[in-house]
């Protein structure tokens, strides 16, 4: 599953699930199609980030060294070994460890039940039958398993990264558990939990039965509740039905409309100026009836004005070239260095 579990579950309070993965059960010659269903869903009650005027707020990258956000393209992925120092790894590197892309959960064997220590169970899925055709071999794979109490032991790749499973059948139904690798679980010896003690005859027997007085043959599910879900689920409507805190963001202001308007003009012109994109780059809304139509390819500059260009571009600093590379477009510009990005900047006619 990928690393997000909130994503995963994809989940509104009250609302059905959604089938977050399609593929099948293979193993032998024996192949079942299913669809992959959350079994728990996270906090009932998401509670979004907003700011003063209730606007949400989405999350962005800073650079403090350089005081400006960071767009997607700028940003790497890298491994620190100390500090300060980093191991940079490219996407087209962590693309090439991938696994091979698959539809199929493949079953390498069945084990005892009894065999998996709950401590590698992560986090718990429901397979379902994906059609009728698919029905009744489910059926007989479910009474199966159960029958013999086996737990099939499974691989299976979603989103670029594989995982291990157990599937486990009960009443009738096929459930998938994600199982942590051997080396993400801790040992006793880690957290130094001594067991050589021997515990005192007295304090045992004193223990059993303290544990005798309150042994029951099963749990109340209202016990399992979320008081604090519960709390803040009254907080919300007793705030809700007295029309406390119940407001809505405001209207822009012309000002913030003016200011949209431009920066959508200027996302326009920007592409208008890339050579790929001249001939098919709509025009403005406001000046489409009577703009003329363009010429194909890059009209020409005056040799005076082109190398007064090129020559501004040669006393910026790297930042500045990047920071025009950027506002013409040019690709791939965050991996450049200063000379690659002046190579870009004056074929670019920047």
Aim: with cysteine; charged share 35%.
């Amino acid at each position: 599953m990928p690393d997000d579990d909130a994503e995963l579950e994809q989940q509104i309070d009250g609302g059905a699930p959604r089938s977050l993965w399609s593929g099948s059960i293979t193993f032998g010659l024996l192949s079942l199609a299913v669809d992959l269903f959350p079994a728990v869903r996270t906090e009932a009650l998401p509670l979004k980030m907003v700011d003063a005027e209730h606007r949400t707020l989405t999350r962005r990258y800073y650079c403090p060294e350089h005081d400006r956000m960071l767009t997607r393209d700028e940003i790497v992925r890298g491994y620190e070994i100390e500090d300060g120092e980093f191991v940079i790894l490219t996407d087209e590197e962590l693309e090439a460890l991938a696994p091979e892309k698959s539809r199929a959960i493949d079953l390498r064997k069945f084990i005892d039940a009894g065999e998996i220590d709950p401590m590698y169970f992560k986090r718990s899925y429901f397979l379902t039958p994906a059609g009728e055709e698919a029905n009744r071999a489910y059926r007989l794979l479910a009474e199966t398993m159960e029958r013999s109490d086996r737990v099939g032991i499974a691989t299976f790749v979603m989103r670029g990264k594989e995982y291990l499973v157990a599937l486990l059948a009960e009443d009738g139904i096929l459930r998938a558990e994600t199982l942590r690798f051997s080396d993400e679980l801790r040992r006793p010896e880690d957290v130094d939990l001594r067991l050589d003690v021997a515990a005192p005859t007295e304090s045992v027997t004193r223990f059993s039965r303290a544990i005798a007085a309150l042994a029951a043959e099963d749990v109340d599910r209202a016990e399992l509740r979320d008081g604090r879900i519960e709390n803040l689920r009254a907080l919300i409507e007793h705030k809700l039905d007295r029309g406390i805190d119940v407001e809505s963001a405001p209207e822009p202001s012309e000002e913030a409309e003016a200011e949209a308007e431009i920066i959508d003009l200027m996302e326009v012109l920007k592409r208008r100026l890339q050579p790929e994109a001249r001939e098919t780059a709509p025009a403005p809304r406001e000046t489409a009836d009577r703009e003329a139509p363009e010429p194909r390819g890059r009209r020409a500059r005056p040799a005076s004005r082109r190398d007064g260009a090129e020559g501004d571009l040669a006393g910026k600093s790297k930042s500045e070239l990047y920071e025009r590379a950027k506002a013409l477009g040019v690709p791939g510009r965050s991996r450049m260095d200063r000379e690659a990005l002046l190579r870009a900047l004056r074929e670019a006619g920047g």
